[in-house]
């Protein structure tokens, strides 16, 4: 779809009353970067058309569809479907059966689609702990109790101490923290990681590619400003 020029986003605004392509516009924005369009198209959103945009939900297989919680707050970042199916596509390979392991694990919107998709079980991780309390809410609306453990902890914490070892890894921290490169660098150091797993980790524009001797850079794509690298172990 194309994105309208801000000088044309209240016209254009007027012929549909009830927002849904103000909302689709927005998203759009939001994905390319496109920030002056973004501040002309957002004071028309309806409070309707900013929960459609914000909602969560599993894209694909057994429990697609299900809607999930998502977090309050103009910080949160959850990654965008478009970004997620782009994500999915690239790893749908490495997902079956995987033993899979969700550090920073936000609202467990990326673990809950692996188990949809066919994925042995999961263990998500994050320190927050409202996180935790949604990534419950989530794991009881998708019905994968049975298969998903929730841990309340610091990724490089956990990674010492476990004694798993896992298929395929998510790695979405905060930007430009530095938590990227610490935490696959404990991976290896702790042996976390089953030959030929995959590791994605999601980054900003701006952020530096690493690389890492014991892991072959398998795909890095770039969604507006969002970067997905996936990295594969030898």
Request: glycine share 6%; hydrophobic share 35%.
């Amino acid at each position: 779809m194309k994105i309208l020029p801000g000088r044309r986003i209240r016209s254009f605004a007027n012929v549909y009353t009830n927002g849904k392509s103000i909302c689709e516009i927005y998203g759009k924005c939001i994905e390319s970067g496109d920030i002056d369009t973004l501040r002309s198209c957002g004071s028309m959103l309806t409070n309707n058309s900013l929960r459609r945009l914000k909602a969560l939900r599993i894209i694909a297989g057994s429990r697609r569809g299900c809607k999930l919680t998502e977090f309050e707050g103009e910080d949160i970042r959850p990654t965008s479907d478009r970004v997620k199916e782009a994500l999915f596509n690239i790893i749908s390979d490495f997902v079956p059966d995987a033993r899979v392991l969700d550090l920073f694990a936000g609202s467990g919107a990326l673990s809950l689609e692996a188990l949809s998709r066919g994925a042995a079980c999961a263990v998500l991780v994050d320190s927050d702990k409202n996180s935790i309390k949604v990534i419950k809410e989530n794991t009881a609306k998708t019905s994968f109790e049975a298969k998903a453990e929730i841990i309340n902890a610091r990724a490089g914490d956990y990674i010492k101490k476990c004694a798993e070892k896992f298929d395929l890894v998510f790695l979405d921290p905060p930007y430009n923290k530095g938590f990227i490169r610490s935490s696959i660098e404990l991976l290896l150091e702790y042996d976390r990681l089953e030959d030929g797993a995959a590791v994605i980790a999601e980054t900003d524009s701006v952020e530096e590619e690493y690389s890492f001797d014991r892991l072959e850079l398998y795909r890095r794509r770039r969604y507006g400003r969002t970067f997905i690298t996936v990295y594969i172990k030898n």
